[in-house]
């Protein structure tokens, strides 16, 4: 069974920052890339960040970019997807998703071509 864990998802308050952290199993995605949603209340899923499979090409939101850093990390088995976060706003209160392709490489902004997906982590940053 293939799934990825969030964790790290809290309330904090503005200017803070946070790590959130995606661990997989059931299927090594080293070859893959895996990137950051997030869905606010009212809103729907939008693209925070992902990067390739060997993590050298990163992609960020524009709201999100100077503030979030995307890596990732491989061991036996696992992977490993973080996504530090400062200078938190109350714009980034939502629940934050991880996602991973499957068949390619190369970081995506869309949602639909992420096959496997976490159940989420929910940040709250109050103003």
């Known amino acids: 069974q293939v799934r990825l864990v969030e964790s790290g998802g809290r309330w904090v308050q503005a200017g803070g920052s946070l790590t959130l952290s995606c661990v997989s199993s059931?299927?090594?995605?080293?070859?893959?890339?895996m990137g950051w949603f997030r869905q606010a209340p009212g809103k729907e899923r939008s693209f925070v960040a992902a990067?390739?499979?060997?993590?050298?090409?990163?992609?960020?939101a524009n709201s999100v970019k100077g503030r979030f850093t995307i890596s990732r990390d491989h061991a036996k088995n696992t992977d490993t997807v973080t996504l530090r976060m400062i200078d938190l706003e109350p714009e980034d209160t939502a629940v934050y998703y991880c996602a991973a392709r499957w068949g390619s490489g190369v970081p995506s902004t869309r949602a639909d071509d992420y096959r496997y997906w976490g159940q989420g982590t929910q940040v709250t940053v109050s103003s």
């Open positions: 990067l390739s499979w060997n993590g050298r090409s990163t992609d960020y």
């Open positions: 059931g299927r090594v995605f080293s070859t893959n890339a």
